[in-house]
């Protein structure tokens, strides 16, 4: 399937690719511990767990996409050849949690040792860098799939490296960055990745 962006320009993914176009051959490298499921995934089960106990209201945005060539091989069966963002992502998931908005990103990675800036965009950054200006709380959950190591990284840590990298700096934040800056979350089964843990670590901390 083709995805454009609302200038025609044909959408490549960097870094990991989007869960719609994911193949299953992608699932059976993941850890027996994650069961194929992706971080995406993980983090719906626990959103989901944090509504039906009344904890947290928090959703994934829905994608802006305009399909524009539509083929029927069968006829119980559409397959979608071509589409357009109708104006460019923000951010995966947002809610409100005990008087806070939350924004936030999610991003795997397959190396070891640190994390590539490639995976962000510039209006995403934007965008958090708005949220945060407004009093909300804007992160980034990040999961380290062949370590499996999940940590939720402030977004001033974010925009520090974004910032060092326009200036020609590293184009990655080190596995280390993560270890001393942010907090890491080990999963579980209810909730799965219990990030809301984090965020009350991290208030802790700035008040």
């Known amino acids: ?13 960097s870094g990991e690719v989007p869960k719609v176009l994911k193949t299953n051959k992608k699932e059976k490298n993941l850890s027996f511990s994650n069961r194929g499921k992706t971080l995406e995934d993980e983090i719906n089960e626990t959103n989901l767990f944090y509504l039906n106990h009344q904890i947290a209201v928090i959703h994934k945005k829905p994608v802006p996409i305009q399909i524009v060539k539509v083929e029927y091989p069968k006829r119980s069966a559409a397959v979608i050849r071509e589409a357009y963002f109708r104006t460019a992502s923000t951010t995966d998931y947002n809610g409100v949690w005990n008087g806070y908005y939350l924004d936030f990103e999610a ?4 190396s070891k040792t640190s994390f590539p800036l490639k995976n962000v965009h510039s209006h995403q950054i934007k965008h958090m860098e708005d949220v945060i200006k407004q009093q909300g709380i804007a992160f980034m959950i990040v999961r380290f799939s062949k370590l499996d190591r999940y940590f939720i990284l402030p977004f001033q840590i974010l925009f520090d490296a974004w910032n060092k990298m326009e200036k020609g700096g590293a184009k990655s934040i080190p596995l280390k960055v993560f270890e001393l800056s942010s907090v890491e979350v080990s999963p579980g089964f209810n909730p799965r990745i219990d990030f809301l843990s984090a965020i009350e670590k991290l208030i802790a901390n700035k008040e």
Do not use: A, D, L, S
């Open 107 to 110: 991003k795997e990675t397959e």
């Open 1 to 13: 399937m083709t995805i454009r962006y609302p200038n025609g320009k044909v959408y490549k993914p």
